[in-house]
């Protein structure tokens, strides 16, 4: 049977990628899960669609299963969730430093809104919305003093009477939905017809460009480029306002207004096949030669790319520390020591420190 796309339903080009069996990240361990997928190996795939350009998964029925598991554990996280301190604070303040609401928002609907930390600081900005509504899956504790009305469930438009929303929000959740069109369709329908959808996603195109050795992971379905993703928003009937990106993330503005069309592309890009055979083996060959056999390693990151590039490439005498509270001195998924927090090896020039997330190396260097 050929594979379909995710968001045109085209047929996939038959060259498939094949990463080999990497380890399934998706934070602190969770014993149920880490029993499950102990004797599971699981290839991890990739193709491309011609017609939309949308990189995407392979799905496997043994991941769907581990996915359900994660999407409704504690970890549904998976990174660093926004919050109030640490990378989560940074990553919440990223986020209203690049997004814009082309007006005062008064009915607003989060999907995927974890804790309702973004609601929260939202609402301290903007005083005058009057309903706010947040979807999470995951077990999480909302302050009920919010007046966040929080559903525990996936996302369903039947929640809702048509047009019940002016604003949307969808932070890091398109990525993983089985169906992305479908899924901003059912937006579509809860929007109001002025409304403002506001997405962000990972900047997919930075990551496969940059040879990120984290760009594939288990619970990513759709992996966005720059066309892709304009392409997904028009076929749902939204037309973006705003465009911004960094080398880790988009930030995108859109209404009402797109004409279902999928734009034809000014060249065609096999963004996969460069991948694969120019800009992933560049970075491993590159990480290689830098690394001294004879000194201790510490990789700076406890994620995807980290985990991905240790299964990639077999070093001895690795250290994993991390940036994050949540993750210090705690069992993360993908890594079998704990992992440590960098202040242990600051000024030390007996090791090789190595910044593993690569839209981070700026602010961690920062550091």
Same mark, same amino acid.
């Given at each position: 049977?050929?594979?379909?796309?995710?968001?045109?339903?085209?047929?996939?080009?038959?060259?498939?990628?094949?990463?080999?069996?990497?380890?399934?990240?998706?934070?602190?361990?969770?014993?149920?899960?880490?029993?499950?997928?102990?004797?599971?190996?699981?290839?991890?795939?990739?193709?491309?669609?011609?017609?939309?350009?949308?990189?995407?998964?392979?799905?496997?029925?043994?991941?769907?299963?581990?996915?359900?598991?994660?999407?409704?554990?504690?970890?549904?996280?998976? @990174?660093?969730?926004?919050?109030? &301190?640490?990378? +989560?604070?940074?990553?919440?303040?990223? %986020? !209203?430093?690049?997004?814009? =609401? $082309?007006?005062?928002?008064?009915?607003?609907?989060?999907?995927?809104?974890?804790?309702?930390?973004?609601?929260?600081?939202?609402?301290?900005?903007?005083?005058?919305?009057?309903?706010?509504?947040?979807?999470?899956? @995951?077990?999480?504790?909302?302050? &009920?003093?919010? +007046?966040?009305?929080?559903?525990?469930? %996936? !996302?369903?438009?039947?929640? =809702? $009477?048509?047009?019940?929303?002016?604003?949307?929000?969808?932070?890091?959740?398109?990525?993983?939905?089985?169906?992305?069109?479908?899924?901003?369709?059912?937006?579509?329908?809860?929007?109001?017809?002025?409304?403002?959808?506001?997405?962000?996603?990972?900047?997919?195109?930075?990551?496969?460009?940059?040879?990120?050795?984290?760009?594939?992971?288990?619970?990513?379905?759709?992996?966005?480029?720059?066309?892709?993703?304009?392409?997904?928003?028009?076929?749902?009937?939204?037309?973006?306002?705003?465009?911004?990106?960094?080398?880790?993330?988009?930030?995108?503005?859109?209404?009402?207004?797109?004409?279902?069309?999928?734009?034809?592309?000014?060249?065609?890009?096999?963004?996969?096949?460069?991948?694969?055979?120019?800009?992933?083996?560049?970075?491993?060959?590159?990480?290689?030669?830098?690394?001294?056999?004879?000194?201790?390693?510490?990789?700076?990151?406890?994620?995807?790319?980290?985990?991905?590039?240790?299964?990639?490439?077999?070093?001895?005498?690795?250290?994993?520390?991390?940036?994050?509270?949540?993750?210090?001195?705690?069992?993360?998924?993908?890594?079998?020591?704990?992992?440590?927090?960098?202040?242990?090896?600051?000024?030390?020039?007996?090791?090789?420190?190595?910044?593993?997330?690569?839209?981070?190396?700026?602010?961690?260097?920062?550091?």
């Amino acid at each position: 049977m050929e594979n379909q796309c995710v968001a045109c339903m085209h047929r996939l080009d038959s060259k498939i990628e094949n990463l080999g069996v990497l380890p399934i990240y998706y934070g602190k361990k969770i014993p149920k899960i880490e029993s499950y997928i102990a004797d599971k190996n699981i290839s991890c795939e990739l193709g491309i669609c011609s017609n939309c350009n949308l990189v995407q998964q392979i799905l496997k029925t043994e991941t769907t299963k581990v996915l359900d598991l994660i999407y409704k554990s504690q970890s549904s996280g998976v @990174s660093t969730p926004m919050s109030s &301190e640490g990378w +989560g604070e940074k990553r919440a303040v990223t %986020f !209203f430093n690049r997004v814009v =609401f $082309e007006f005062t928002p008064k009915r607003v609907l989060e999907i995927g809104c974890q804790d309702g930390h973004i609601l929260k600081m939202l609402k301290e900005k903007k005083p005058t919305i009057v309903k706010l509504v947040g979807f999470e899956p @995951s077990p999480q504790k909302i302050d &009920e003093n919010l +007046g966040i009305e929080f559903i525990n469930e %996936f !996302f369903k438009k039947s929640f =809702f $009477e048509p047009k019940s929303f002016d604003t949307v929000m969808s932070l890091f959740v398109i990525e993983h939905v089985e169906k992305p069109v479908e899924f901003l369709s059912s937006i579509y329908d809860v929007l109001s017809d002025n409304g403002q959808l506001i997405i962000s996603t990972p900047n997919a195109q930075s990551q496969i460009e940059s040879g990120d050795p984290g760009l594939f992971m288990h619970e990513h379905i759709s992996y966005f480029t720059d066309d892709s993703l304009m392409n997904a928003l028009s076929l749902a009937g939204f037309k973006v306002i705003k465009f911004k990106k960094d080398k880790s993330d988009y930030y995108i503005t859109a209404c009402k207004g797109g004409d279902r069309s999928i734009k034809v592309l000014s060249e065609s890009r096999n963004y996969l096949k460069k991948y694969m055979n120019e800009y992933l083996p560049k970075v491993l060959n590159n990480f290689k030669s830098n690394i001294n056999p004879d000194v201790p390693t510490v990789l700076w990151g406890a994620c995807s790319t980290t985990a991905n590039l240790l299964n990639m490439i077999k070093v001895e005498n690795v250290t994993i520390v991390d940036g994050d509270k949540n993750k210090q001195n705690s069992d993360i998924s993908g890594f079998i020591e704990q992992v440590r927090s960098p202040a242990e090896f600051f000024d030390r020039d007996d090791v090789n420190i190595c910044i593993s997330p690569l839209g981070f190396q700026n602010e961690i260097e920062s550091v």
